[in-house]
C-alpha cells in the first residue's frame, strides 16, 4: 500500500530553519511531481514548492529566496529546507507526491510553528 509520510516540523524561532522531509513508500513504483503544501488557520490549502522527477522546481512567491525543495529519487524522498522563517509561515505543510499509474498521494501533515 502506498504511503507518504512527512518529519521534521517543529517549533522555531522567526528567522530561524527547518527541514522538512517527505518519503513515499509501499511497493515498486516510478514518482512524477512531488510537492508541498501548507495550510494556515482558517486558510486554504495553498502550493509552497514542487519539484519534477527531473530536476525543475516552481516556488510560490511568498517564499523565492528563502525556501528550497530538492529530491533524492534514489530514497523516493523530498526535502523542503526553509530559511528565514517568519511568522506567517506558521502552517501544517503537507507532502503530496504523484505516483505514476497510481495517482497523486498526501501526507498526514507536519505542523511547524513559528515564534516572534
Do not use: H
Not at 524561532?13 to 512531488?34: D, E, H, P, Y
Not at 509552497?48 to 530536476?55: D, F, Q
Request: charged content about 15%.
Amino acid at each position: 500500500q502506498v504511503q507518504v509520510v512527512e518529519s521534521g516540523g517543529g517549533l522555531v524561532q522567526a528567522g530561524g530553519s527547518l527541514r522538512l522531509s517527505c518519503v513515499g513508500s509501499g511497493g515498486i513504483f516510478i514518482i512524477n511531481n512531488m510537492g508541498w503544501y501548507r495550510q494556515g488557520p482558517g486558510k486554504q490549502r495553498e502550493l509552497v514548492a514542487s519539484i519534477t522527477s527531473g530536476g525543475s522546481t516552481n516556488y510560490a512567491d511568498f517564499v523565492k529566496g528563502r525556501f528550497t525543495i530538492s529530491r533524492d529519487n534514489a530514497k523516493n524522498t523530498v526535502y523542503l529546507q526553509m530559511n528565514s522563517l517568519k511568522p506567517e509561515d506558521a502552517a501544517v505543510y503537507y507532502c503530496n507526491v504523484d505516483f505514476y499509474g497510481l495517482g497523486a498521494y498526501w501526507g498526514q501533515g507536519t505542523q511547524v510553528t513559528v515564534s516572534s
